[in-house]
């Protein structure tokens, strides 16, 4: 199934279903014992560009970028698992190891050998984690605003990873703690509509998605991570915006002692969202960068 149209809601409906089971979840009992369904869409002829999502997200945030990429691309964006509308197993920890596994079991579950991608925020490292898991399995790379858990991040997102107090703040974040969170993520907060709160905060709603989003928090280790991307003979596009509050220039400049193989690109008046704030500019600058090498046969 294609999605078509420039604006794109997720819903359960939306798109397509997979199953994977991820390395040793077979053996742990409950629902993990079968597999797991993973939520896509996929749209456009040509290379494969994949696209993944933050924690806390859902293929929702590249609904602006994947029509205009899907005019010279075939697009596929996933709910990663316990995000969205894919499954949300109990006994999944959600590490950065086991979110990085299950991507290339979606890969596999599809029958997609190589791709390109492109990861936003902490989803660009789960990227880039896979990408030294298994680099046969990716062409070009490009990061949107990739990092971890911030300072300057809002505080129930700081709150959340806490292990003592984390259930807390996952129990008590609402709409409006989501909507003021999401007003930090734009340069123009008017971007910031009640349609895109909405959009968030549906797939947020329950307890299984916020205990995921928690553990997504908690257990994703960035520093752990930072060594094994000098090990990670790829070339990679960092694309970052100038008014970004959540991960910030400083914050981009300090990977760039791991990320030895990094082109960085910064984008004017935009912030942390720059694919929903800013998709024109996003899409073009995939583009361009895509142009310039694609898949090798």
Same mark, same amino acid.
């Given at each position: ?49 994949? /696209?993944?999502? =933050?924690?806390?997200?859902?293929? !929702? ?9 899907? &005019? @010279? $691309? ?103 703690? /989501?909507?003021? =969170?999401?007003?930090?993520?734009? !340069? ?9 709160? &909405? @959009? $968030? ?97």
């Amino acid at each position: 199934m294609s999605v078509q149209g420039k604006e794109l809601r997720n819903t359960e409906k939306v798109g397509e279903y997979t199953s994977i089971v991820l390395p040793g979840f077979p053996n742990r009992g409950g629902e993990t014992s079968e597999s797991v369904s993973v939520h896509y869409v996929i749209q456009g002829e040509g290379e494969p560009v994949l /696209l993944i999502h =933050a924690p806390g997200q859902s293929l !929702y945030t590249w609904q602006s970028v994947i029509p205009l990429l899907a &005019k @010279e $691309y075939c697009v596929i964006a996933l709910d990663l698992v316990g995000a969205g509308y894919s499954g949300k197993p109990d006994a999944m920890s959600y590490s950065m190891d086991e979110v990085a596994d299950s991507i290339l079991k979606f890969c596999d579950a599809i029958e997609l050998k190589v791709t390109h991608v492109l990861g936003f925020s902490l989803g660009a490292v789960y990227a880039l984690y896979a990408a030294q898991k298994a680099p046969e399995r990716f062409a070009k790379i490009i990061a949107i605003s990739p990092g971890g858990i911030s300072e300057t991040m809002p505080r129930f997102m700081q709150t959340l990873e806490k292990s003592g107090i984390g259930f807390i703040a996952r129990e008590l974040f609402g709409r409006k703690t /989501l909507r003021r =969170a999401l007003s930090t993520c734009f !340069y123009d907060a008017t971007v910031c509509t009640e349609r895109t709160v &909405k @959009e $968030y905060y549906k797939t947020l709603e329950d307890f299984r998605s916020r205990q995921a989003f928690q553990y997504s928090l908690r257990n994703f280790d960035l520093d752990a991570s930072l060594p094994g991307l000098f090990t990670l003979q790829k070339e990679v596009l960092v694309l970052n915006g100038a008014d970004d509050r959540w991960h910030t220039p400083a914050d981009i400049e300090k990977l760039k002692p791991y990320l030895t193989n990094g082109i960085y690109y910064t984008l004017r008046n935009a912030g942390h969202l720059m694919q929903e704030e800013k998709p024109e500019a996003v899409a073009e600058i995939v583009r361009k960068y895509l142009h310039y090498m694609g898949i090798e046969e």
